[in-house]
């Protein structure tokens, strides 16, 4: 059984006027610690459906089920129990967090909110998490703004994972990160991935980084699916005209290096 369903989603938003559909009829299946990675160009309705899975965003039809449930159905205490299991990780974390904020605020968070551990345990699970996502417990105290680029989107998946989710959304969640950093944040993600069996919604416009990650790929253009698959084989000979475009618009495909690092 696949542990997210999205069956003919669809949002529309209006421009000049006018109706247009930012999610046209788009359904895709992932499975338990499989990664699905979302491509397309820039407009293609990516981050829109990242935040339709994610519940950010109400869609104006389609289905969503994950792990057995309708989840567009939920609602109240069953919405925000569900919510822990799917987590998000943004582009850039200054954004999504309170710059302000320490580390440990940051960490407590998830912990309190969902009830997962009570206070006076949770300045160990802080540096549990932590030390999974390759950090010093030293970090506690600083504040968001003072750490690095990387080690901000490690607290971002930190806090992503201290709800013990089956998937994580990640939307374009390497892209601003220089290239030594990201293939450091993408290795995380695969171990991750491989200890914890979580599952990624891998979203980005970089079919390297999708190669090197994902084990499949869904190709959007203006908002449809033009073509779906294995991740490898459809880099390798894309057939519709938009993953043409976007393998042709990649040279670095054509090299056999690391493509990660
Ligand atoms: N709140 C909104 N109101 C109106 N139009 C919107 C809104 N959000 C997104 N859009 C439009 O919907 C379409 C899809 O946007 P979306 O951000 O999902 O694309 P994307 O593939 O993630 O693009 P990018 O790679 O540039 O982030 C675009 O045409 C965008 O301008």
Known sequence: MSLLAVSNLAKHYRRGGKPFAAVDDVSFEIG???????????????????RLVSRLLEPDSGRIDFEGTDFLALSGARLRARRARLQMVFQDPLAAFNPRATVARVLDDPLRVHGIAPRAERPRRIAALLERVGLDAGLTARAIHEISGGQRQRIAI???????PSLVVLDEAVSALDVSVRGQILELLLDLQRQERI?????????????AVAHRVVILDAGRVAESGDARTVIASPQ??????????????????QDAS
């Not at 699905?36 to 829109?48: D, F, I, M």
């Not at 519709?240 to 290096?257: D, F, M, N, Q």
């Open 32 to 50: 338990p610690a499989e990664t699905l990675a979302l491509a397309g160009p820039s407009g293609s309705g990516k981050s829109t459906i990242a």
């Open 158 to 164: 930190a806090r992503a994972i201290a709800t013990r």
């Open 199 to 211: 599952a990624y919604l891998f979203i980005s416009h970089d079919l390297g980084v999708i190669r």
């Open 240 to 257: 519709s005209a938009i993953g043409k475009a976007l393998v042709a618009a990649t040279p670095k495909l054509g090299r056999t290096s």
